[in-house]
């Protein structure tokens, strides 16, 4: 019988990048068409509002009004709505939104906006 082999280190020395050419064009052609948009709808998770939030589009949205709109509110967590509403993160207008698609129809339920 052999016994398991497990590695005790996993030597990668590659660098990783976590922002890809397609995301980078995306930033690029937003900046370029900011001037034409009234507001900025944005969707983040619900479920993780902070780690949603794209740290790169931030100064670009800065300029505009904006709507963040926060999904699948009904999976998340109470204290992450908690956390919005207690002052804890910059004042935004925000929507908390839960959307479930059925094999007929798309139920939007929970809409509560601040």
């Not at 020395?13 to 944005?42: C, Q, Y």
């Not at 109470?78 to 929507?95: C, D, I």
Request: net charge positive.
């Amino acid at each position: 019988m052999n016994p398991l082999n497990v590695r005790k280190a996993f030597v990668y020395d590659k660098i990783i990048n976590w922002f890809p050419g397609h995301m980078a064009k995306g930033l690029r052609l937003i900046t370029e068409k900011l001037s034409t948009v009234h507001v900025i709808i944005e969707v983040r998770d619900a479920r993780i509002p902070l780690s949603s939030i794209n740290h790169k589009f931030e100064p670009i949205a800065q300029r505009k009004d904006r709507l963040i709109v926060y999904n699948k509110s009904d999976l998340a967590h109470p204290s992450t709505e908690a956390v919005r509403l207690s002052g804890k993160t910059p004042p935004q207008h925000f929507l908390l939104q839960s959307c479930l698609e059925t094999k007929k129809k798309r139920v939007c339920k929970n809409q509560r906006s601040f």
